[in-house]
């Protein structure tokens, strides 16, 4: 990252997608690639805290970190703007009874997920 008050960082490696490649499995590849040059160059050993990696929205945060879980890599991603949080329905309140068709269908979705 620059120094000083900005969010601009140094671009470390640029791929092409295809057609056919995913975009996760890309991206785990580079950062596992990048961490372990970071590891071979000695910027990194054990007992040093943990590599932050962040990213911006549209990456799959889980996927990642489960994919480079053997490596010592804290991530964290910026949710999307449309993204929505569910709570457990079982903590909202009872709700009147004019329940309509299309809440019930939609509570069977999310059954379902």
Known sequence: METGRTSWV???????????????????????????????????????????IVMDSGYDVAYLSHALADLPVVLAGRLRSDRVMLRDPRALPARPEGRTAASARRRADLRQA
Do not use: F, N, S
């Open 10 to 52: 140094a671009l470390l490696g640029a791929v092409r997608l295809g057609p056919a490649d995913d975009a996760t499995a890309v991206t785990a590849a580079q950062l596992r690639d990048i961490v372990e040059q970071l590891i071979q160059a000695r910027q990194w050993q054990a007992g040093d805290p943990e590599i932050w």
